[in-house]
């Protein structure tokens, strides 16, 4: 399918990349996004687009009538890692440099689209919002698209992330649950006080009877212990060790019900005077919807427009978070990379294209104008 026709044309790629290596060089970590949210912000504003920053923190640009039923699409802002900040490379046609793929496609597109549309001077019949939010990784735990799903919960009837890899549809959201679990002990002297419990012996042991719980494949379930700290010295008995663990699950009762057993495994090391804890730091919502739903149709049509064969697929996206309240939700990848959630992550610089391409045929397809 050609470029739709009321919008204008979209910039060159090498523009495309010199506005995402300036976004992708200011770091942007969970819980510390604020430079990239000002720049951002920013940057829309001086292409004549008006954009809020809300209460959660949000970059919001709201497209439309004032009232009416609503779409959303979203791309995170922040990145897996905090890496300080990134001195993008192009090499080979790819950009290289943290967080260049992960979310630096779907911030690429997003921004340039709201761009475009606003240039359009064209307005649809229901209202659309272009979100770029915070708190999608690691901890963040879907903050940022939890508090605009929250705040728009009423008018919402569809939400798309812009996520991921081109021509992936993810319509099942894995929900998944993160845990702190560790163990505190008396510690003591590594000599004299030698035969006390050590909180690192103990949460190896513990770790070690994680990765012999029997986990179905169907549905499909996982557990990654992703962090572990504790002691102080190497000379001193450990008083403290803590791990983060991360459990997924495409079933809500075999998640709880893995998170039961890793809870017993702890629990079952602990024996006075040791004590242990676990506790839950982070909670994304599973949820689906059918493959025939409208959103599902019209973004798998959209990517056949552009020449894409769509791929069905379960992932735990910002959509989660419009799932886990009975919104429709769904999350399209719009770029192409590598070695994401790593400092030396890299994106196909020409799929920012396609990327674009698609998400403009979607929007097309998903509103109507006036």
Avoid at 114 to 123: C, D, N, P, T
Avoid at 220 to 240: K, M
């Amino acid at each position: 399918m050609a470029w739709p026709t009321w919008l204008p044309s979209p910039p060159p790629l090498p523009d495309l990349i010199a506005d995402l290596s300036a976004l992708i060089a200011i770091p942007a970590p969970p819980f510390h996004e604020e430079r990239r949210v000002a720049a951002l912000r920013d940057w829309l504003a001086a292409k004549g687009v008006p954009a809020e920053i809300d209460q959660t923190g949000n970059v919001v640009v709201r497209w439309g009538p004032p009232s009416g039923k609503a779409k959303a699409f979203l791309a995170h802002i922040d990145t897996a890692l905090d890496v300080g900040a990134v001195t993008p490379r192009e090499e080979d046609g790819r950009l290289f440099g943290h967080g260049s793929a992960d979310n630096g496609s779907g911030l690429s597109v997003l921004s340039q689209l709201a761009v475009l549309v606003w240039q359009s001077r064209s307005q649809p019949r229901q209202p659309f919002y272009f979100v770029f939010n915070v708190g999608e990784e690691g901890l963040g735990d879907l903050r940022g698209a939890r508090g605009f799903v929250a705040d728009h919960l009423q008018e919402l009837d569809a939400v798309i992330a812009l996520d991921g890899r081109l021509g992936d549809i993810v319509h099942q959201g894995i929900g998944s649950r993160r845990l702190e679990a560790g163990f505190e002990t008396l510690g003591g002297h590594s000599w004299s006080d030698f035969g006390n419990p050590s909180a690192i012996h103990l949460l190896g042991q513990a770790i070690a009877r994680l990765g012999d719980l029997a986990l179905p494949q169907v549905p499909r379930t996982t557990l990654n212990v992703g962090v572990v700290e504790g002691g102080s010295a190497v000379n001193a008995i450990a008083r403290e060790a803590h791990c983060l663990i991360d459990l997924r699950s495409e079933d809500t009762r075999e998640l709880h019900r893995l998170e039961r057993d890793v809870r017993a495994v702890f629990q079952d090391l602990a024996h006075m005077p040791v004590r242990f804890h676990c506790q839950c730091i982070g909670d994304r919502p599973a949820g689906s919807i059918d493959r025939d739903h409208p959103i599902v149709t019209a973004a798998a049509a959209a990517l056949a427009a552009v020449g894409l064969t769509p791929m069905y697929t379960a992932g735990s996206t910002d959509a989660n978070a419009a799932l886990g309240q009975g919104v429709p939700g769904i999350c399209c990848g719009v770029g192409r990379g590598g070695l994401a959630h790593t400092p030396d992550e890299w994106l196909d610089e020409a799929s920012l294209q396609d990327g674009l391409h698609f998400a403009a045929v979607l929007l097309d397809r998903l509103t109507r104008r006036a």
